[in-house]
């Protein structure tokens, strides 16, 4: 069965870290790109970050250059998303999701997890 299963999001005050991870299985990941999407309550969904197959290439959305890293293992079938000095902006439902390549269609979704940054 294929799945992509987010974890990691919660309750975090500004400033603060998360570790999200996106698990897969039913697929041969290492042969597709993972994306990091986000859909705040009324705006549009972004993403995030994107990173290839082999992991040598990643890009990320402007606002969170320098905050956010995301990351890959290929041998665990995970994807990763480091989160840091986060920002009540950056509040949403964050997703994975898997493409052949960054930048084209996206083919598989998580069910997304709920990240809130609030003092």
């Known amino acids: 069965q294929l799945q992509l299963v987010e974890s990691g999001g919660g309750l975090v005050q500004p400033g603060g870290s998360l570790r999200l991870s996106c698990a897969a299985s039913?697929?041969?990941?290492?042969?597709?790109?993972i994306g990091w999407f986000r859909q705040a309550p009324g705006k549009e969904r972004e993403v995030v970050s994107c990173?290839?197959?082999?992991?040598?290439?990643?890009r990320y959305l402007d606002s969170v250059k320098g905050r956010f890293t995301i990351s890959r293992d290929n041998a665990r079938n995970t994807a990763y998303l480091q989160m840091n000095s986060l920002k009540p902006e950056d509040t949403a439902v964050y997703h994975c999701?898997?493409?052949?390549?960054?930048?084209?269609?996206?083919?598989?979704w998580g069910q997304g997890t709920q990240v809130t940054v609030s003092s």
């Open positions: 999701a898997a493409a052949p390549e960054c930048g084209t269609g996206y083919d598989f």
């Open positions: 039913g697929f041969t990941f290492y042969d597709y790109a």
């Open positions: 990173i290839n197959s082999s992991g040598s290439s990643t």
